[in-house]
């Protein structure tokens, strides 16, 4: 329902009226009670049942206030209306003094139309009206007694229309004086919109190359601890069973060196991985312009089952892809790293054995979406935000790893217009996903 401006002060007005309407029906009760008990006279139980009702639908409508004026204010108008007509009723039956009774109805002619405006006061009035013609012909008022009520009533509705419409004009000429100085404002600030661009535009693009180096520089700080901390591992491995080879290669059996020269071998390898990791990231930093191409993935993931060969042995890891593959665009050797990192990670942080799950579907929005699934613990939603941090690394289980691969990952999918993101609940397990645009040409599925 549309009723008059200044919700704030309406509502505080009901409340007060409410709240007035609650207290004195509660009053009127306990006095009547008071009554009859000083002339040990039974208390009266229609009254007291209709005052209460008036009361407790009051209280009703105040707690309602908050939700909407409106509906508040109209159940109560009405359901007081229905409960002061009984009361009239039932006082016009006793013979005794009604004109107090009546004085309420014209009251809440008066209230509707201070809180909600003209229209609500004038079915109310109506309404009125039409309880007065009824009765007093039910009664046989004198016609003086049912004309001044009606005339009373529709009296008390008149300061509505006088109230709507001093507010509507007090609007009206708020709204052109804003307008007046909106087009002051704006004349005053055209000269001086050009350089106040200009200027936001340069400290944004300041604050964007502040925020870069910021990052970039808490990049490096880390950068020395990671790799450190990467290389420290592999290294000493190295180091120590070529020591041992050297200096006790005659007393060991060739089984033995040969098993000592794999594990040289195996962490030799975890050393170049970790040094081509830094070069990929610093590769995909520079390069601008990426040479885009129909990505073979069956060809992809062939070459990570050979590049994760050791893991997947070691682990005894069940690798699951798909029949098909979207024919997506985009670089194929960051395609391959992306891969590589999310299976080996699924591999390292997996289940005992772990079981990986590749797959793909196309999207409506012209992109496919890649993801692979792990059966390893989940992760916690702290865990989650800080997957695709720089030189981060999650302490789920004791395994060997290093934590540039999935800032790797990010940095790639942005490169070749793609999102990056995870999926995972505690125990679980976790779904790491990918997207890529599909190929222009087509949008078929490639057979593996």
């Given at each position: 329902?549309?009723?008059?401006?200044?919700?704030?002060?309406?509502?505080?007005?009901?409340?007060?009226?409410l709240?007035?309407?609650?207290?004195?029906?509660?009053?009127?009760?306990?006095?009547?009670?008071?009554?009859?008990?000083?002339?040990?006279?039974?208390?009266?139980?229609?009254?007291?049942?209709?005052?209460?009702?008036?009361?407790?639908?009051?209280?009703?409508?105040?707690?309602?206030?908050?939700?909407?004026?409106?509906?508040?204010?109209?159940?109560?108008?009405?359901?007081?209306?229905?409960?002061?007509?009984?009361?009239?009723?039932?006082?016009?039956?006793?013979?005794?003094?009604?004109?107090?009774?009546?004085?309420?109805?014209?009251?809440?002619?008066?209230?509707?139309?201070?809180?909600?405006?003209?229209?609500?006061?004038?079915?109310?009035?109506?309404?009125?009206?039409?309880?007065?013609?009824?009765?007093?012909?039910?009664?046989?008022?004198?016609?003086?007694?049912?004309?001044?009520?009606?005339?009373?009533?529709?009296?008390?509705?008149?300061?509505?229309?006088?109230?709507?419409?001093?507010?509507?004009?007090?609007?009206?000429?708020?709204?052109?004086?804003?307008?007046?100085?909106?087009?002051?404002?704006?004349?005053?600030?055209?000269?001086?919109?050009?350089?106040?661009?200009?200027?936001?535009?340069?400290?944004?693009?300041?604050?964007?190359?502040?925020?870069?180096?910021?990052?970039?520089?808490?990049?490096?700080?880390?950068?020395?601890?990671?790799?450190?901390?990467?290389?420290?591992?592999?290294l000493?491995?190295?180091?120590?069973?070529?020591?041992?080879?050297?200096?006790?290669?005659?007393?060991f059996?060739?089984?033995?060196?040969?098993?000592?020269?794999?594990?040289?071998?195996?962490?030799g390898?975890?050393?170049?991985?970790?040094?081509?990791?830094?070069?990929?990231?610093?590769?995909?930093?520079?390069?601008e312009?990426v040479?885009?191409?129909?990505?073979?993935?069956?060809r992809?993931?062939?070459?990570?089952?050979?590049?994760?060969?050791?893991?997947?042995?070691?682990?005894?890891?069940?690798i699951?892809?798909?029949?098909?593959?979207?024919?997506?665009?985009?670089?194929?050797?960051?395609?391959?790293?992306?891969?590589?990192?999310?299976?080996s990670?699924?591999?390292?942080y997996?289940?005992?054995?772990?079981?990986?799950?590749?797959?793909?579907?196309?999207?409506?929005?012209?992109?496919?979406?890649?993801?692979?699934?792990?059966?390893?613990?989940?992760?916690?939603?702290?865990?989650?935000?800080?997957?695709?941090?720089?030189?981060?690394?999650?302490?789920?289980?004791?395994?060997?790893?290093?934590?540039?691969?999935?800032?790797?990952?990010?940095?790639?999918?942005?490169?070749?217009?793609?999102?990056?993101?995870?999926?995972s609940?505690?125990?679980?397990?976790?779904?790491?996903?990918?997207?890529?645009?599909?190929?222009?040409?087509n949008?078929?599925?490639?057979?593996?």
């Amino acid at each position: 329902m549309k009723t008059l401006p200044g919700e704030r002060a309406r509502i505080n007005a009901a409340r007060w009226i409410l709240g007035g309407y609650t207290f004195f029906t509660a009053l009127g009760i306990v006095l009547h009670l008071i009554a009859r008990f000083v002339t040990r006279e039974p208390p009266d139980a229609i009254y007291i049942a209709l005052m209460l009702v008036i009361g407790v639908t009051a209280f009703y409508s105040f707690k309602r206030l908050s939700r909407s004026l409106s509906q508040a204010m109209l159940t109560f108008g009405w359901s007081a209306m229905v409960c002061i007509t009984g009361l009239l009723v039932y006082t016009l039956k006793l013979k005794n003094d009604y004109l107090m009774i009546m004085l309420m109805l014209h009251v809440g002619v008066f209230t509707l139309g201070l809180i909600l405006g003209f229209r609500p006061a004038l079915h109310y009035a109506l309404a009125t009206s039409a309880i007065v013609i009824v009765v007093g012909i039910a009664y046989r008022f004198a016609p003086a007694e049912i004309v001044m009520p009606v005339f009373f009533a529709f009296a008390l509705m008149l300061p509505s229309i006088v109230v709507e419409q001093l507010i509507a004009q007090s609007t009206a000429e708020l709204a052109e004086i804003n307008l007046q100085l909106e087009e002051l404002v704006e004349a005053r600030t055209a000269e001086l919109r050009a350089e106040i661009a200009e200027r936001r535009q340069a400290q944004e693009r300041l604050a964007q190359r502040t925020v870069e180096l910021e990052k970039r520089n808490e990049e490096l700080d880390a950068y020395a601890h990671t790799v450190a901390h990467d290389l420290k591992a592999p290294l000493a491995s190295v180091i120590g069973f070529s020591d041992l080879l050297e200096k006790r290669s005659d007393h060991f059996p060739m089984d033995k060196v040969s098993y000592y020269c794999s594990i040289i071998a195996q962490n030799g390898r975890k050393v170049a991985s970790i040094v081509d990791a830094l070069l990929l990231l610093a590769s995909v930093r520079k390069i601008e312009d990426v040479p885009i191409e129909n990505i073979d993935l069956p060809r992809v993931v062939q070459d990570i089952q050979y590049r994760l060969s050791d893991a997947i042995a070691e682990s005894q890891a069940e690798i699951v892809l798909p029949d098909l593959w979207p024919a997506v665009i985009g670089y194929q050797p960051w395609v391959e790293e992306i891969l590589v990192n999310y299976v080996s990670n699924a591999i390292k942080y997996g289940g005992k054995p772990p079981r990986v799950e590749i797959g793909a579907k196309n999207l409506d929005n012209g992109h496919a979406y890649f993801w692979v699934r792990d059966n390893g613990n989940g992760l916690t939603l702290e865990e989650q935000a800080r997957l695709f941090t720089p030189f981060s690394r999650l302490g789920q289980i004791r395994v060997q790893g290093y934590g540039l691969g999935l800032s790797i990952v990010q940095r790639i999918a942005e490169k070749l217009n793609g999102q990056v993101g995870v999926e995972s609940e505690v125990g679980q397990g976790s779904t790491f996903y990918f997207t890529l645009p599909l190929a222009e040409s087509n949008y078929a599925s490639v057979k593996v």
